[in-house]
């Protein structure tokens, strides 16, 4: 569990991954995000780390909120 601050960025389509500290591998990776102009986002990885399948309730998922 951890957070960074915030960063700048042009709009644009981004790729996001989100890892655990020290992990050699991302927990989440989601390509083609759109981020708009003039917006904050939060992002952040849920679900069990350990779960490998897709499908499962508790799979890994990368939730982003637009906050404004």
């Known amino acids: 569990k951890g957070t960074t601050g915030f960063v700048a960025l042009p709009p644009g389509v981004y790729n996001l991954s989100i890892a655990p500290p020290g992990a050699a591998t991302p927990a989440v990776r989601v390509t083609n995000i759109p ?3 003039g917006r904050v986002y939060t992002s952040l ?3 069990d780390y350990t779960v490998t399948t897709t499908t499962a309730a508790n799979r ?3 939730v982003t909120y637009v906050n404004r």
């Open 35 to 37: 981020l708009g102009p």
């Open 45 to 47: 990885a849920v679900g």
């Open 60 to 62: 890994r998922q990368l």
